[in-house]
């Protein structure tokens, strides 16, 4: 009988999970990069990209006046967030300074001249229509070169009412402007 309830009840779950809708899923638009920024090194390491629980989470949250985080499981990014950023700074960079730059792990025989870590103290799209994101960057260089490390704090204006795709859109061009920001400020 105990056979019986189980199969009946892994039939059922299923069949629940199978009604249930799927989430939608949102790309980040890879903005145009117009700028050129000459950098110190011919290539650089992503290495590691920290990103607090609710940005590294599937769900597209956003942020209240009052400080409150909300998402809905019913709207994801595409991409595990983490990735998603290192790839697009990785992209930015690349397009930025002409160096080759990729996230780890550094697939390439020769090592990078400089290594990349990123830690974000936020990463949010807030209902004020501001998508921020601030936190510290970290550049360790090769062979005893001078290493550096600073804080950023960015906002990008969007329209809530544009929902997910417009914080969507606003995401990838933060990162766009972490990219800029970094090349200047830490990689020259």
């Keep these: 009988m105990a056979r019986i309830t189980s199969a009946f009840c892994a039939v059922a779950f299923g069949l629940l999970a199978a009604c249930a809708p799927a989430p939608d899923r949102y790309v980040i638009p890879a903005p145009d990069v117009a700028d050129r920024q000459r950098i110190a090194f011919q290539s650089v390491e992503i290495r ?21 985080l909300t998402s809905d499981g019913g709207v994801l990014w595409a991409d595990t967030p983490e990735r998603a950023v290192a790839l697009e700074l990785a992209r930015h960079l690349s397009r930025l300074s002409g160096a080759r730059v990729a996230s780890a792990p550094w697939p390439l025989e020769a090592l990078p001249d400089a290594r990349l870590e990123l830690r974000f103290e936020s990463l949010v799209a807030r209902d004020d229509g501001q998508f921020r994101a601030n936190g510290q960057y970290f550049v360790a260089v090769a062979n005893g070169g001078r290493e550096r490390s600073g804080l950023f704090d960015l906002s990008r204006t969007f329209d809530p009412a544009g929902g997910p795709q417009a914080i969507a859109a606003a995401r990838g061009q933060i990162i766009l402007d972490l990219a800029q ?7 020259r």
């Design 48 to 68: 590691e990209i920290s990103l607090p629980a609710y940005a590294a989470s599937d769900e597209i949250s956003s942020q209240s006046a009052d400080g409150r």
């Design 181 to 187: 920001y970094i090349a200047i400020n830490g990689l």
